[in-house]
C-alpha cells in the first residue's frame, strides 16, 4: 500500500433495497480502502459507469446487509497501489476496468481489483469516455464473437439487435457494423433511434410495434442473428419468426417469463445466454479471454474503430447523483452510456 | 420409368389419425406407384426403419386426409428409376436414405426422392441393418458437429446423452466415443443400459432416478455437453445444474411445457434444437451437407468405424407389423431401431 493513501473513502452504498425514490436507497458513507492482495491493484476511481446490472442488484428486496453493499461495475482510474504478484500495471498506470460482482464495486474512490479485470486506459479518451465502456463492450464483444460465433465467413449476413439505444446495443451495432453485418436496431425514441444510427445501426424499427410487420416493409423476412439487449418475453414469437433456419439467438437480458422451445426445433435454432461475469465468477479455463477483449477494445477505442457510448456525465460522485443515474435507467430515460465524475 | 415396374403398389398409410391400438390406424393400402421427376430417384424399398417421428405424426388428431398419408422416414433398397437430371445415381444401385418429411414415405414399395436424400448403402451391411441408420445418424451427427460444434479440441471433454438405448441416443454414444468425449447415458431398463454401453457409454445413469445424485456418485459435477433425446421438460433443474459454465445442450426432443431460460444466463449456456429436416425443409444454402454427412456414415458404417444399430427386424412390410413397431416405440419398449423388412 502506498504510504500516502489515506484508511477512509468516501463511497455510495446502501444497507437496505429500497426504491430509486428512498434517499435511503443509496447513501454517502465513509468506509475502508480496501487493501490489495497478493494479485489485485488499487485503483482510485476518476469515473464509474452506471449499468443495468446496478439497478437490478440494488432492487427492492428484503435483504439487510451488516456492512455497506457499494455497486458500479465498471469504471476508469489511476492505480494507486499494486499487490506483489501483480505483473501487468504499476503504480500511475492509467486503467479502465469491469468490477466484480461478487464484491464491492466502483461507487467509491478506491476500489481494489484482480489484475484481470483491468486494461490499459485508452489514451486518446477521458476517464469519463474510458468509464463508459468496459462492461458494456466486453458484454457486445462476447455476445457476437463468442457466444454466436460470428466471423469473417458472416460478413454480409443480418443481424437484428433489439434495444440497440442502450449501453450493450449501441457497441454491438459499432462492433456488427465493424464486422460486415446488415444490423437492424429497434428503439422507441427520436434520440435512441438516431443514437443507433450514429453507432452503425443501417435500420432502425420501433420496438413498441410489431417487428415482423416493420421487416417485411424494408423487404426482410428474416435475419441471420438476432441479440436481445431486452426482456425477451414479449418478443419471443416474433424472435422465432423473424430467425432464419439454423440461425442464431443470444439474450443478453433475461425472459421475464416462461417460454415455449418448441418453435426453436424447425429451424434448429441456437439460443445462448451471455453474462459477462461467468469466466471470472466460475473460474473458466479461459478466463483471460476476459482480459484479452478488455485489451482489444481499449486498442479499438484508441485507433477510432470503436467509439466511445458516453452520452452523459453527472459530477460529482454521490449519493444524490448515483440515484438519479439509477433513476433514469429505471425509467428507460436513457441513450447510451450515463457516467459518474470525481469525489468532491 | 422402368417398364418393368407396375402402376400400383403395396402401401401402409392412414385416412383418420387414430391410437395405434385401432386397426385403422395404419391400414393395408394399393396405391399408385410415384413417378420420378427431373431430379429424383425411384426407390423400391427393401426396409424401412420406424422412429419416434412416425409415431408423433400418426399422433391422433381430427384431421381426415383425402389422399393416403403414408408415413416411414428412413431405409434402405434398390434404384428402379432415375429422373434425367439425376446425376450421382444409376438404376440397380443399393442405397439408404432418409425420406421428406412433406410427402409421403418409406412404408410403401416404390419411394420417389430427391437426391439429397440418397447415399450408397454401406455394402458390408443388410438392407436391415443399413436401414436402421440414416435417420438416426444424421440427427446424431449434425447434433455433434454442427449444433454443439464438437471438434478435435473437445477431445477429453464430457458429454451426458440423455435416453442414450434409444435410436438417436445410440449412434451418439458411438459418435461421441469416436470424437474422444467421455460419454455418460442414461437409460431405464437392464436392456438399454447394456445397449448403451455396447454403443460406447462408459457410465449408464437410471434417468428415473437423479441424475445430479448419480453423477456426483460418478465423482463428476458437471459436463460440457448434453445432449437431451427424451423430453426435457421433467430434467429442466437436472439440466441447468449438471451444465458447465458456456457448455452447450442440444435438445433432439422438444420440450412438453413451458421453461426458464434464466438459469442459462448466469453461466451463458448455449441452447440448440436438433431437427434432421431443418437444411432440407428450408432449403437451407447448405442444403447439400445433409448428402454429404449421409455418404460420410456410409463408410464409417463400412469401415466398421460405427455399427448398425438394428436390434429388431420384423417381416413383412404390412399393417399390423407396422402397428406393431409403432406400439413398441410409444411404450418405450424398444432398444436400438426396429425395422420392418420385404413386402410379401
Not at 451488516?66 to 504478484?85: H, M, Q, S, Y
Not at 457486445?140 to 443480418?158: M, P, V
Not at 418448441?262 to 445466454?273: D, G, Q, R
Amino acid at each position: 500500500m502506498a504510504a500516502n493513501i489515506s484508511k477512509n473513502m468516501k463511497a455510495v452504498g446502501l444497507f437496505k433495497y429500497l426504491p430509486i425514490s428512498d434517499i435511503n436507497s443509496l447513501m454517502d458513507l465513509e468506509v475502508s480502502v480496501p487493501v490489495p492482495k497478493q494479485s489485485e491493484v488499487l485503483i482510485e476511481v476518476k469515473a464509474t459507469a452506471i449499468n443495468p446490472i446496478d439497478t437490478k442488484l440494488r432492487a427492492p428486496k428484503p435483504l439487510i446487509e451488516k456492512e455497506p453493499r457499494i455497486l458500479g461495475f465498471d469504471g476508469a482510474g489511476i492505480i494507486t497501489a499494486v499487490g506483489e504478484a501483480v505483473k501487468k500495471f504499476k503504480v500511475d498506470d492509467q486503467v479502465f476496468f469491469t468490477a466484480d460482482i461478487r464484491r464491492n464495486g466502483t461507487n467509491a474512490q478506491y476500489v481494489a481489483l484482480e489484475e484481470i479485470h483491468v486494461a490499459q486506459k485508452p489514451k486518446n479518451l477521458s476517464f469519463e469516455e474510458a468509464a463508459a465502456m468496459p462492461l458494456t463492450s466486453v458484454t457486445a464483444y462476447e455476445s457476437l464473437i463468442d457466444r454466436l460465433s460470428i466471423t469473417e465467413k458472416d460478413k454480409g449476413k443480418s443481424i437484428l439487435i433489439i434495444n440497440s439505444g442502450g449501453g450493450a446495443g449501441s457497441v454491438a451495432c459499432q462492433l456488427a457494423n465493424l464486422l460486415g453485418l446488415k444490423v437492424i436496431g429497434t428503439a422507441s425514441r427520436p434520440e435512441s433511434m438516431k443514437f443507433s444510427k450514429e453507432n452503425g445501426a443501417h435500420i432502425v424499427l420501433n420496438h413498441t410495434q410489431n417487428l415482423v410487420e416493420q421487416l417485411q416493409e424494408n423487404k426482410i423476412s428474416e435475419v441471420d442473428f438476432i441479440l436481445v439487449n431486452y426482456d425477451p418475453y414479449n418478443y419471443w414469437d416474433s424472435l422465432m419468426t423473424l430467425i432464419k433456419p439454423q440461425g442464431k439467438i443470444c439474450l443478453v437480458v433475461d425472459s421475464s417469463g416462461l417460454v415455449d422451445l418448441k418453435p426453436l426445433k424447425a429451424k434448429s435454432i441456437t439460443l445462448v445466454s451471455e453474462m459477462m461475469f461467468t469466466r471470472i465468477v466460475y473460474n473458466t479455463d479461459d478466463k483471460c479471454r476476459h482480459t484479452e477483449i478488455l485489451e482489444e477494445v481499449s486498442k479499438m477505442l484508441d485507433n477510432g474503430k470503436l467509439k466511445s457510448t458516453l452520452t452523459k456525465v453527472i459530477a460529482p460522485i454521490n449519493a444524490v447523483n448515483i440515484r438519479e443515474a439509477h433513476r433514469l435507467i429505471e425509467e428507460n430515460k436513457t441513450v447510451g452510456k450515463i457516467v459518474l465524475s470525481g469525489f468532491k
